[in-house]
């Protein structure tokens, strides 16, 4: 499963590597290039507008001061009911000077009272108005510097709107004659403002409004908005963003604030950027999702092949590999399951050969019979015919069975009651040729009776005892015993003889193990082989034995009943 | 197995160096941004300084329950002539004196504005300061206190709309109980505006025949011809009348000189039960924190100049001996007046207030 993950992986970083990051930086670097060349228009703009209107402006109020000034030198310019020539005189001069302002000016001539003496328009402003000796507003300015223009705002008599006004007080000597005033009214300025889609805004230093083209700009006195007059280059007003620029301009006296919006710039952009970036990352999540199941398509039959080698290796090798696709996967899988075809075919083989030589091999040690035995027996018989014909009749009966029973090849298991029946026979042999020097008793587990063993192995191992118990002795007990333990069937054949020194035993032990017939010792030999052969490895016989406290065999055999595991 | 892993490593690297790649870009995207706003900076900077400079030079922040039209003109003025800028916070005179008490931001440091009777209980939070126009002040407008300069004379006047009522005579309070003028009198809650205050305190008088205890039947009869009407701030009285939403409107003189002498179908009806003429302060808080500027403003408006156009154009009464009545507005010998106790008046404002509003309260459930 690891290794899958590593190809959905290395499928993903390769896609994000290759796709992902270039789209996502190539978004937003465009995103960015756009949105600055587009501000910077915007800005380009804003100056544009700001300086435009600052040389309006001051265009216009230079023109104003120096016709003040020419005018100012004008003789009679105040006297007092100036005759037609006269006034014509006169306002042919002020037509002269606010012809060439570009905008419409209007002139006031006020005597040292303040009353209107010439005047070009239609009707005095009220900021105009001030009694005498009253020093407010222009006359204030005018008065407060003698000889220069006075430039002020009038603003506050909102029904005539906001007018600027250029005035100059005038003395013949110490004596006060007049004023000269021209004011320029806002509607003539405001076609300055609509140089560029950016929004101007002129005011005095203190905020209240000469022009203006959006009153959202304002507050309810025709003041600009603290936010404006506070901010810097980006200012946000009402929600909207803008791009500020400011610039005094006459001195000081006026000052000149140009708004840009630029909020559908950014808000249009972010949107965009947030757009492309949001279907990005639902791409992004789609590949992670397209790519498990893309990986999990390409790489099965890869997969399958494995599990199937796994399988192999465990041991299971009746797995094949079904790959369905058509490629590279396939001819592996199809080389990989003829191959594990023959192998195991291959297996079959030597198995059954295996179990060919086994059962060779068990024939043959089945068919050994003690030939000492049999002589033995033969010249015991031949002894009990002269005395006790009887018994040796019997004697011969029982050989007759044993040899009968040994040479049956038809089967190579019986159960272990059949094989006790014929060791009967045996045992009735021995205590006629020992009588009572010999004592054999049998304790054999009901359970046992059923269980199946190699033919003729209860008999090797009492010959066994006999053969060696005796020594120079006079009497022998042997005890055989059956049992089950833990799915084993156990026998135990157990005598009180001579025992065996601890060389001779080790030496038996070693012959056991050898795979070729020493040709001593046949007997255990023979029982050890064919309990291997049939039943394999931990099974076998066991010989304990002490130098002068006998011998003790066991057999360990799996307990199988009647062709069933018990 | 280790071809595999060779090509990891590989892969790897490569998606390294891609973010390393885009990080770069980035930057230099940012960085090109920036600067294309940078490049104009230079002229920029003037134009700023020059916009920062006006903010933080300390304005003068004046709490002001004035008309807006009557404000601007002599805050313009002041400002051009002293150089020093004005914040002006404006609101009824209850609510922002409850401002200045609570020391809220803007901090307080003129108080312009609100009648004598309603300023002059919450005196402790003013500083004391005579003006130098203090010896050109009438007698009965000086600043006895010496906290509480006075800035003009405030009658009550009652507001017609000419062109709403007909032929329904409107010469005094009494005419007001008229049913025919039931909901269509602009009142102001005299708890919030201090020319509504004074208004109470005018009739409680006039009414009670100079025993403001004996005004409160009349006070109960004009409650109910309200008809549950009563507005929040005084503008909105004067607005109301001459908008036409009200045909008649208890306010201050001014208030409705305006539009009379705008020529806006309005006349002014001082009351022929008497009238009551109260002077409205101008005030430095205790708390100012620019108090040399607000002496300055205190000297300005009480100045002969400010006074002069006060009376001249603005149409208030001034409170100095050298300046004439206004222009158009009728001289104060010319209309009965009332006398009131200032100490009577401000001890029982809480509790005429309550009283007045109970009242109201009264006729709302009816």
Redesign the interface.
Known sequence: MKKEQ?FRE?LQ??F???AM??A??IT??CC??F???L??GR??EN?GQ?DYTAEALETTVDACSRELVRLEAFPGLFEKNPGPEERARIFTEIYRATGGFGCKADFYLLDADRHVILTDGKRVP?AL???PG????LF??MEEAPGQTAL??L?????EGSMLALGRAVFEGEQLAGYLIFTLDHTSMQPVLEHSAAQAIVT?????AYLCGNSSFLT???QLV?EI?????WVTYRRHLYLM????VCG?QL???VLSDIQNIVVSLALNAALVITALFIMTLWVFAATRKVTEKKTADFYRILEVMDQGRQGNLDCRVQVESNNEFKTIADAYNSMIGSLQQQMENNRRMTELVAIAQSRQLESQFNPHFLYNTLENIRYMCRIEPETASRMIFCLSGLLRYSLDGSRREVPLREDLEHLNNYLTILTYRFGSRLTCTLDVEEATLDCRIPKLVLQPMIENSVKYGFGNRDRLTVELKAYIHQENLVMICRDDGAGMTQTALSELSRLLEQKENPGRHSGLYNIHRRIQLLYGHPYGVEIRSTEGHGTTLIINLPARREERIC | MTA?KR??AA??K??AA??R??AA??AA??L??SS??VD?GS??N???S???T??SAGELVVYCPHP??F???IV??F???T?I????CSGGTGDLLERVAQGEEPRCDIFWGGSLSITSPRQELFASYVCINEGQVRKEFQNREGNMTRFTDVPSVIMVNTNLIGDIPVEGYGDLLNPELKGRIAMCDPAASSSAWEHLINMLYAMGDGDPEQGWDYVEQFCENLDGKLLDRSSQVYEGVAGGQYAVGLTFEEGGARYVM?GEPVRLVYMEEGVLSTPDVVCIAKEALHQEEARRFVDFVTG???Q??IA??LNRRSVREDVDEPEGLPDKGAFPAVESSLELVTGRREQWLERFAEIYKKGLLK
Do not use: N
């Not at chain 1, 005095?204 to 209240?208: E, I, L, T, V």
């Not at chain 1, 620029?245 to 005094?248: I, K």
């Not at chain 2, 800028?85 to 002006?88: A, I, S």
């Open positions: 590593y290395e970083r390769l994000i590597g290759l990051v270039p996502v930086s937003l670097i960015f290039i949105m600055g060349l501000l910077k800005w380009e100056i700001r009220e108005q001030v009694a009253v020093s407010w507003g204030s300015a002020r705002l603003d506050g008599y909102r029904q005095d230093p203190f905020g209240w309810d006195s025709h603290r007059r506070g901010g810097s280059t620029s400011a610039r005094p000081g000052l000149i604030y | 595999k090509w990891t892969g790897r490569r998606t891609g973010k790649w885009a870009v980035l995207a940012v090109g941004c294309c706003s104009s002229s920029r003037q134009g700023q020059a916009g920062e006006l903010l807006q039209d404000i601007d003109p313009s003025e400002e051009a002539r150089g800028p004005v914040l002006v705008a002969w100049d400010a002069s156009v001249g154009t």
